[in-house]
Structure formats: C-alpha cells, structure tokens
C-alpha cells in the first residue's frame, strides 16, 4: 500500500524492516552457536589429550621426585631425593609429580605407614590416575635406581 494518509505505507515498510532485522538477527544467533560448538568440541578434544608418556630417564641418572602442590604440575614445588618418612609441610599436599629417575614406595600415613602405592620414572599430571588419593602422600621411600655412571 502506497497511502500516506495516517502513516499506513510507513508502518507497512517498518514491518517489512523489522522482519529483515529479526531474520539477520536469527541468522547471527545460529552462526554464534555453532562456532562456539566448534570451539567446545575442540577445548574438550584438547583437555582430554594425555601428556605423551616420556622417554626413561638415562642409566646413571640420581634418583629425583619433582612434586606439586596443584594437579598440571602447577604450583608450589619440591625436590625429593631419597627416603623422606616425613614431609613436614609438604605432607598431605602433593597432588602432582615427575619421578625423573628410581622406584619410589608413597605412602599415606608418616614413617613408610599405611596404604602403599609404588610408581617409576614418568610423568604423572594427576596423582589420583595412579592409585594415589589426591593430597594423601605423607612419606616417601626410594626403592630401587639405576646404577650411579662412574
């Protein structure tokens, strides 16, 4: 309709404008969620990837634990060399850890008590995926290591 009279062709044309504006509008709207459903699927593809398993440390090497206070290797942390029956402030707080060299005997209770769990050289982003509660290791002994190079 081309009547101006009482502003019907202008009511008209702001329709017709505001359809075409609610249809770019649903057209973002669609374009926005499935690119933030792109972005999702490959966060989480990402975050479930697992670390690669390292290489063994070479023969001669000295038995050493680096531990963490926060799941990642994040955090505060500590140097481990041999046997520690207490970990004063660190017991009870690891959560993390890269046993670089030597088999190692971690405990949940102080002196080499309670429950035992025995782990080698490796990577170690979560303690818990190893049979070891989070925050539960209060002492720690060394077990076995590669010969010292001469």
Do not use: C
Request: no cysteine; net charge positive.
């Amino acid at each position: 309709m081309f009547l101006s009279k009482g502003g019907l062709y202008f009511k008209v044309r702001e329709h017709q404008l505001l359809s075409i504006m609610e249809t770019r509008r649903d057209k973002m709207k669609r374009w926005m969620l499935g690119l933030l459903a792109v972005l999702f699927s490959a966060t989480l593809a990402t975050a479930q990837q697992q670390p690669p398993t390292p290489a063994p440390p070479p023969r001669g090497e000295m038995p050493q634990i680096v531990a963490f206070d926060n799941d990642g290797l994040l955090g505060d942390h500590i140097h481990i060399f041999g046997n520690t029956p207490d970990l004063g402030k660190w017991g009870n707080s690891i959560s993390s850890m890269v046993i670089l060299a030597g088999r190692w005997e971690f405990f949940d209770e102080e002196k080499f008590q309670g429950t035992k769990v025995e782990l080698g050289p490796g990577v170690y982003v979560h303690v818990k995926d190893h049979g070891i509660k989070d925050n539960s290791i209060s002492s720690i002994r060394l077990v076995g290591s590669p010969p010292m190079a001469r």
